[in-house]
Every structure is written in C-alpha cells, then in structure tokens.
C-alpha cells in the first residue's frame, strides 16, 4: 500500500447498530476483531469471537511449565514483506511498554539479532554437510524457471512429485524448501509456485535463512497475547468453549445471508440469530485440529475421528452452496495431511546447547533452523532464542525438532516416527547429531518430550484447483466470510501468518464497505533486479557482474532463452 491509502476510513453507516460473529479463535479472527475496531470503527462490545477450545490463538500456540515441560506445535516463518501482518501489529501495544508497538519491538529485535544460518545442513551423525549452494543441475533450475511461467490454470491439480524431475529432490533446494514449509512430494506444484514466487526476493539468501524474522518469544506469547490484551481493553466479547455445528442461510435472490449460527456450549444446543445487517466470518479449516499429544514415555496417537471440527461444518456448509467450496479437497487423507513436531525441555543441560552451538557456530537463539540431511525421517531442529516462553527459568531450555517421513524406521530407533514416544524421538535426534553416546547422561536431565500429531497440519497443500477454497466473501453473499488458510486469497501463500491477516482485511473492508485498500501482495517477481538474482543463485552463476550486464545477455548466459 502507498502513503496515499493509509487512511483513517470514515465511519459505515449504522456500525453502531451492526454486530460481528467471528466463529474460531485464531489469528483469522483475532485480526478481523482488531480491523473491524480501527477501520470500521466497530465498538468492541458488539464482536464476538467463538472458539470451541478454552485457549484462543488457534494453531499458533505456546504452553508449558518448567517442572512438566513446555510444547509449541510450531512457528510459522515471518518475513518483511508481510504487509498485512506489519499493519495489524504497527498499532498493538507492546506488554512490555504501552507506548511501544509490538511492531517497533519485533523490528528493532531483528535488526539487533538477526537469523543467519552457518550450519543449515548436518549430516553423518553431526558433520556439517555442505550448504553453500542450492545444488541445482541446469535442467532443475529450468523447471522452477518453466513453473514460474506456467498459469495455475495449466497446472491445475498435479502434485510436486508429478512435475519435477526425481532429480530434483535429491538438491540442497528441496531439502531447503521442503524443511521450512513442510512440502512433500505429494503436495500441490501450484502451492511450490506460490511460494517461489511470493518469495523469490529471499532465493538468494535461502541456504542462510536471511531474511526470516523471529519474535521474542513463541508466537502465543509474542504475537497471540499482546493482540487478546489490547481486544479486551477494546472489550471485545471472548466465548471459548463455543463448539459451532452449523450456519443457517437466505438463498432468496440470488443473495447469500447467513441467518442464524448453531453451536454447542456447556453440553447444551443454541442458537444466534443475525440479521442482514450483522457480520459473520467463519474459519473453515485448522490445520491443527484434533491435534494430540504425547509426552516423554507415550506416543502421540493419531485422532482419525469424524468429527474434524471446523473441518465438519465446511462439509455441512458445501452442501448448501457450490461457492462454498469442496472440504474434501483437504481433509479427506490424513496419511498426506498429517505431520508431528516434539518440544524437548532440559533441566540444568551442560552438555546439548554447548555441543549444538559449537557444531552450528551459530549465536544462541539466531541461527534457525538446522536439517539432517541423511535422516531417514528427514529431521529438523531448532535452537530457538531463549527464554522461549515467558514463564521458562534461565536454567531450563527447550529445543524445538520434527520430521516430515512420518512411516518408515528410523536409523537408531527402529520404529517409524508416528509410533515413537518423546524419549525415543530426542533419542534418534541425539544420535544424528553426533551425541550417542552421551544419550543415557542426557537422558537424566530431560525434563519431558511433548510430541505434537496434527493430522491435518499440511492439508492446505494438498493438490486442488480454483474453487476448491471459497473466496473470502463468496458471489452474493452480503453478511457473510471466510477466514484463514482454506479461503482464497489471490496470489497468496498458505501457511503463513500472512495470509490468515490478509483474509481478514478483505473480509472486514469488503463487508463493511470502508473506503480503503488492502495492501497489495509484495510482488517481488515482477522486479528484475529479483529475477535476475534468483536466476544467478539457482543457476549458480556466483560470478556474474548483474549491475553491469544486460537482461538479455544474463538470459542467454543462464540458458533461460530455451524457455522463452
């Protein structure tokens, strides 16, 4: 957005007299609560935020005790050019200092600490494993070239597996791109083409993480709990406990009007009534939900139930519109979806955070994330900044780690990574990370090991094509939205904090009808000087003097010309 739309929007006609139903308590809804607030200038007495769990914040969460272990299910990555999300926080007060934003906080850490990976990739039971380039052959470069010149329309439903060469996957890229998103092979090329050109400004910093952003905090206590506090002085009406089951619509003229919202609360069966005039969104997925957990001696099992939650009211809500989407598109194969990452906590630990950290040569806390590239189960680790919770002593720390090969053994222990407890999880990871024969030692002083089984955590990858996500106001409706990860929005990466705020500034301004843009997504592929080093870094052209070199000439020595 330029200077020009940065607008305090005129008040809609008869806000005072309109309320907001906002069913799911993550950051879809927080965020609409707190635009709704400042753009549309809502009271906050007349928004409601429904959610069936007793904790708000949806899937991004953080909780714990030192003396029983603390578990975050996972961070997701954060960027500069999340406008959005930057706006949303650039007027919530920091907890620390009221006349701070949480803005100005995140963005002086990060200039101050910025991530910089030196030791990406490990190998051979703690050897540092070579980083240095993408590794990708001509051919390889030419098919993520092709995929950015290909419509989604033309892809249409094929999976990542379908389109690249296996050749592909055996390059420093994949094992880059899959371990901080969470692809495999069977996911959507379109959601890859998202990605890669949502993000092509950070392809040549991508083996160093450069350019990803990280929070004090986990992202409950950094982002979640500043943005619930400063809606409570808003007085916004929080229910948890809200379990909705249906929505009732006015089809009449060719109009979409939700009528009434049917949930469950303390056992009993009620019902809201709206009016036209009112405001419903709805969160129509989670990629956490039914998520269980485990701990140090027992596994996390896999909840396979046919109540998916939000999930089963999206099915019941397709029935009723074919603007509403196909849910099955999504949360139909678990065995594709599904996803795990444990949280360790260590008691008084002296020897796994020395060790790490003179492995990695990273500084405490700045380094990110770190994949073992040989591991059959195809394990990450994080180190994140400490303390990572607000309540975490200083001699308590805590590691982050997940694997994305959920079913095959592992190298140390012999069993897959679904069926391993919390002990036998640390127990695979220390021996990949060269520590074996200190596992016993490190053992006693293991406070507990949290795995986290999401069966639906990646199911927003899974392969579709337009229409399979609802727009975030669909044709006709005139009271009605969706939020979150399985609404479209155009242009946008799924998986992101991003594009959860995104759905809610399109969802508030267009059915409050506020004068003011959404912010534009950054369009990093349409800058030369980006495409040019996307091309020199995958093509791995380290020597080329870009500035001084003419478009065509850098596409004839990338070999790019075969394609145009």
């Given amino acids: 957005m330029n200077n020009y739309q940065r607008i305090n929007p005129i008040a809609p006609k008869n806000i005072e007299n309109k309320k907001a139903y906002l069913l799911g308590g993550g950051i879809g809804s927080l965020a609409s609560a707190a635009f709704l607030i400042r753009d549309a200038h809502m009271s906050g007495k007349n928004i409601h935020i429904m959610e069936q769990l007793e904790v708000i914040g949806g899937s991004m969460d953080g909780a714990g005790m030192a003396e029983s272990g603390y578990t975050a299910r996972g961070g997701r990555e954060i960027e500069e050019h999340f406008e959005c999300f930057m706006d949303l926080y650039s007027f919530i007060p ?13 963005v002086e850490l990060n200039k101050q600490e910025p991530i910089e990976s030196h030791c990406r990739l490990v190998e051979k039971q703690g050897q540092r494993a070579d980083f240095s380039s993408l590794g990708l052959s001509t051919m390889n470069a030419m098919q993520l070239a092709r995929l950015h010149m290909l419509t989604e329309e033309a892809l249409g439903a094929a999976t990542i597996g379908e389109y690249f060469d296996e050749s592909f996957f055996e390059t420093n890229f ?38 990803i952003l990280h929070t004090e905090y986990n992202q409950y206590d950094s982002l979640i709990l500043p943005l619930i506090s400063w809606l409570k002085e808003q007085e916004v009406c929080f229910e948890p406990g809200c379990k909705i089951t249906d929505i ?10 939700a009528t009434a919202i049917h949930f469950i609360k303390e056992g009993k069966e009620k019902i809201i009534s709206v009016t036209k005039e009112d405001i419903v969104l709805f969160t129509n997925g989670s990629m956490t939900e039914n998520t269980t957990r485990g701990d140090f001696n027992h596994p996390a099992v896999i909840n396979r ?69 040989d591991s059959s189960w195809l394990m990450s680790w994080v180190v994140p900044k400490h303390p990572h919770f607000i309540n ?33 999880m640390f127990e695979e990871l220390l021996y990949h990370m060269g520590l074996k024969d200190q596992i016993p030692e490190i053992l006693k002083h293991t406070v507990n090991v949290i795995p986290s089984m999401m069966p639906y ?108």
């Fill in 174 to 211: 994949w094992y880059f791109w899959a371990t901080m998103f969470a692809f495999e092979k069977w996911h959507s090329v379109v959601e890859v083409k998202r990605y890669m050109e949502r993000f092509m400004h950070l392809i040549g910093g991508m083996n160093r993480l450069e350019g």
């Fill in 392 to 424: 975490q002593p200083d001699h308590v720390k805590v590691l982050w780690a997940y694997a994305l090969n959920m079913d095959v053994a592992g190298d140390y222990i012999k069993k897959t990574f679904s069926e391993c407890t919390g002990k036998e």
């Fill in 248 to 257: 009732d619509f006015d089809f009449t003229n060719h109009e979409k009007v």
């Fill in 305 to 373: 139930s046919n109540d998916k939650g939000c999930f089963s009211v999206w099915e019941k809500l397709a029935k009723k519109s074919p603007d509403f989407g196909h849910p099955e598109k999504f949360c139909s194969n678990i065995d594709q979806s599904k996803w795990m990452s444990f949280t360790v906590t260590l008691n008084e630990d002296d020897i796994v955070f020395p060790y790490l950290l003179k492995l990695t040569n990273d500084k405490p806390g700045m380094g990110g994330l770190v994949t073992i590239k």
């Fill in 457 to 564: 955590i990646t199911s927003q990858f899974m392969p579709r094509v337009a229409g399979d996500r609802p727009n975030v106001i669909p044709a006709g409706s005139k009271n009605f939205g969706f939020l979150g990860q399985y609404a479209e929005v155009p242009n946008d990466c799924v998986f992101t904090v991003e594009y959860s705020v995104r759905s809610a500034m399109m969802a508030v301004y267009e059915l409050t009808g506020i004068d003011k843009v959404v912010d534009p997504v950054y369009p990093s592929q349409y800058d030369i000087r980006v495409l040019a080093n996307a091309a020199k870094t995958c093509l791995g052209v380290e020597k080329l003097p870009l500035k001084n070199i003419p478009l065509g000439e850098l596409v004839k020595n990338t070999e790019l010309s075969k394609l145009l």
């Fill in 94 to 106: 920091s907890l620390k200092d009221k006349n701070r934003s949480v803005l100005d906080e995140f």
